[in-house]
């Protein structure tokens, strides 16, 4: 199979592979038992939490680890607008159109609770601007959340610039950078982010396990998601998955290099060569300023079924984003740049890894043809 979705997941990494194995073989103790074995765990833990903070210029004690992005995305909206410590009267809260799906549901959950949500349109190339949500921020806004890298798109959002509108309006900023971390440079300090989230399998780490950043989290007043026995500073109950932590400390070690081997080989110039030399017609959405790992390509000659079917046992692609291939719906960040749902049909997010060769675009360029209406 050619993998051609690694937006969605990007395959395990064989160091990743290596850490797994030996840490399910030796840090199988409960981090918060007292004896030896369990102490070791936790240090190997807090490793790999003082790893994630160097990364992004935080402190280890802002890191609570989680299940993945999306349960982070949870505890950033539900577990800090709640607090004692928040203005009772701000009840607004901002975000980008394009944003995670889950970003919506979570949104619509906190309507019930008396929140008005304002919706922030992309520009054309499927930007969220900075001058679009200071137009937005009232004196009642507690928060704003803008992702950082698009899932679909690969474009990427001027989160500093938002940031710092946010730092002067006292308003709390979230950012999702589960599609950019490890892939380009953060810092939560130049950025002015109060909350991060972070997933392990997007960088070829272990699915279910990911991290959460709250900025002075233990000068914060934070209503669990999860009520557990306190552990991660009482943030997120439950038996710390030790060896996925483990994965995910490696990953966030080796996949910079991988990603490298990725950028350097340029592969996604050569498929937009390839498809023009086949002369297919195609468009590129979002701008140019985008990771060299995801091209959004919408294709309105080719039978998209078509296309699917006839190499389902080939190529694994995605119409849209993972979440939302497999739904009725049209993709939410496509018909927000205005493609309507006939485009939207037509148009497929591509994703690349690092094994992708010159021999599979050519296979994907000769489908792609062989599918025209």
Known sequence: MIYLDSAASYPVL????????????????????????????????????EKLADEIGAYPSEIVFTSGATESNNIAFKSLLPS?????????????ATEHKCIF?????????????????????????????????REDTILVSVMHVNNELGTVNPIAEIG?????????FHSDVAQSFCKISIDVDEMNVDMMSFSAHKIGGPKGIGAV?????????????????????????GTIAAPLILGFGTAIDAFPRHYQTLSKSNIRSYLLEQLKASKINF???????VLPHIISL???????????RDNEQRLCLAQGSACSSKDIEASHVLTALGLTREQAEQTFRISFTNDITYENINYL?????????
Do not use: W
């Not at 064989?14 to 840090?27: G, H, M, N, T, W």
């Not at 004692?84 to 980008?96: D, F």
């Not at 949500?117 to 949500?133: L, Y």
């Not at 360029?365 to 209406?373: E, L, R």
């Open 14 to 49: 064989p160091e990743v592979k290596a850490s797994l194995i030996e840490a399910f073989e030796l840090y199988y103790a409960n981090s918060s038992s007292s004896h030896l074995l369990g102490e070791q765990v936790l240090k190997s833990i807090d490793k790999v939490r």
């Open 84 to 96: 004692s410590l928040m203005a009772s009267n701000k009840k607004h809260i901002v975000i980008g």
């Open 105 to 137: 549901a979570i949104c619509d959950y906190l309507k019930g609770s008396g929140y008005d949500i304002s919706i922030v349109m992309p520009n054309t190339q499927g930007i969220i601007e900075s001058r679009s949500v200071e137009k937005v921020i």
């Open 164 to 172: 710092e509108i946010c730092f002067k309006r006292g308003v709390l």
């Open 213 to 237: 950043y709250i900025r002075d989290l233990r000068k914060r007043d934070i209503t669990p998601v999860i009520h557990g026995a306190g552990q991660e500073q009482g943030v997120r109950g």
């Open 283 to 289: 468009k590129v959405n979002g701008n140019r300023d």
């Open 298 to 308: 919408t294709l309105p000659d080719t039978n998209a079924s078509l296309l699917i």
């Open 365 to 373: 360029v000769s489908a792609i043809k062989k599918a025209a209406n």
